[in-house]
């Protein structure tokens, strides 16, 4: 069996039959001029390296479909993955209870089928919290790891690949949990969201308890407000203030290491208002801030490398083995691009946040509502509008021959932008046009943008 891994952990064992019994659905459904050509049979035992050739093959194959917007998006694709992931944890159907934390440290206890998929379970929990239903879009499901003083890092957003009661329960660590949080960055749409009872609610906890985290930055004076504010429960007043300090609405990430402006730099950093935001640490210890904007990204890519086995059994199940770097390509001045690197298990995360800035910031050029962006039901299946593609984090295959290759270096790959008027980065780093996620945004950056 090969080992399939999605954003850098172990989702399920495929065999090569079983990926060769989705390529003819696929075919079926989509059309051969449609779906990526699928690496022939072979009728005598395949020698070791004709069996790393195989499994290179059938990474691209996987890549391939991913990353298409309507074989990657489908139903077909996504249930076998599913699929694939629950026969490999050994979870058979069956009823059972998921505790869902809510940023207030509060759990939400929902009945569901360990068969659910990502939107099951978040209607699930909207359900039980009473959430109208035009307010389910705009918040998420993440994977979160609870230290014991309470504070947690984030993981990665649960996807629509995945079942969430398998993905918590395979990694046999109660320090993992899932986490219901806002999943927009633009602060104007928290006007929506406080139009409900619940969602008010919701929106208030996760701003309290991003403040208490030290999340976001309140000085003494507004602190004083704050307290007044919540002793009078004044929740939209509340927000509202919150909506004016510094870093509201960001996602901090755990410490990590970055090469800028340096190599072996470290940095917090902070995903929110359309940017990366950089609290480096520097070799002379002095600490400086900065920003990188989304849309002077002309792209980025994550690379990992993924160990051929899954460590030896008495490992702890929530440690990385896999060594992640999320990496952009950045407009530095007019006619200067640079790439920056960061280091960090959270590099699939960060590379979502990306993600999910660029496709508001398309979704509020063309016009459209942030309701559209979100996955509605049509005829019982997910589908999402042609205004947001999900992040394409493409399934990474192990060698069977767990002796072949110590290590496999591998990247995501999709299709880059064109860039005009700018000569490409000459950096040592930089990597072929179908090796990085494209940024649409920076198609459109102006004069004013530098």
Not at 163 to 177: A, D, I, K, R, W
Not at 282 to 311: A, D, Y
Request: some cysteine; overall charge neutral; glycine content about 6%.
């Amino acid at each position: 069996a090969y080992n399939i891994h999605v954003n850098g952990v172990l989702h399920c064992r495929v065999r090569y039959s079983q990926l060769l019994g989705l390529h003819e659905q696929l075919r079926k459904e989509y059309g051969a001029n449609v779906v990526p050509a699928f690496p022939p049979k072979k009728i005598f035992t395949l020698t070791p390296a004709e069996v790393e050739q195989r499994r290179e093959q059938l990474e691209k194959y996987m890549q391939a479909v991913r990353q298409d917007p309507t074989l990657g998006g489908s139903e077909t694709f996504n249930s076998f993955l599913r699929k694939a992931q629950q026969e490999t944890q050994q979870i058979p159907t069956e009823e059972v209870v998921l505790e869902v934390l809510l940023s207030n440290g509060q759990k939400v206890k929902v009945t569901i089928l360990t068969s659910d998929q990502t939107e099951d379970v978040l209607e699930a929990v909207a359900s039980k919290l009473d959430l109208p239903d035009d307010l389910v879009g705009y918040f998420s499901l993440f994977l979160v790891r609870q230290s014991k003083d309470g504070a947690f890092s984030f993981v990665r957003k649960l996807q629509e690949f995945e079942l969430p009661y398998v993905s918590v329960t395979s990694l046999h660590n109660p320090e993992f949990q899932i986490i219901l949080r806002k999943s927009y960055w633009d602060s104007a749409y928290d006007d929506d969201v406080m139009e409900h009872r619940v969602g008010l609610n919701l929106l208030y906890a996760q701003t309290v308890s991003d403040i208490e985290h030290g999340w976001i930055l309140v000085n003494k004076e507004q602190h004083r407000q704050l307290k007044s504010l919540q002793e009078k429960v004044s929740k939209k007043e509340f927000i509202r203030l919150a909506q004016t300090l510094k870093y509201y609405g960001y996602l901090k990430f755990d410490p990590c290491v970055t090469d800028f402006p340096e190599k072996g730099c470290q940095v917090v950093v902070s995903a929110g208002n359309n940017e990366l935001n950089f609290q480096v640490r520097l070799p002379n210890e002095q600490i400086k801030e900065g920003s990188f904007k989304v849309t002077r990204m002309r792209c980025w890519r994550v690379t990992s490398s993924v160990p051929m086995n899954n460590g030896p059994s008495g490992s702890s199940p929530g440690k990385s083995e896999v060594k992640l770097e999320l990496a952009f390509e950045y407009l530095m001045s007019k006619d200067r691009l640079q790439w920056v690197t960061i280091t960090s298990p959270q590099a699939i995360m960060l590379s979502i946040c990306l993600q999910s800035m660029v496709d508001e910031l398309m979704v509020k050029k063309s016009g459209g509502s942030i309701r559209k962006m979100f996955r509605r039901r049509v005829n019982g299946a997910l589908r999402r509008s042609d205004s947001q593609q999900a992040v394409k984090s493409p399934p990474l295959l192990d060698s069977p021959d767990a002796s072949w290759e110590p290590m496999a270096k591998l990247s995501s790959k999709l299709t880059s932008v064109s860039l005009r008027g700018i000569s490409h980065s000459s950096s040592a780093n930089d990597v072929g046009a179908n090796d990085f996620h494209g940024n649409y945004a920076f198609e459109g950056i102006g004069d004013e943008d530098l």
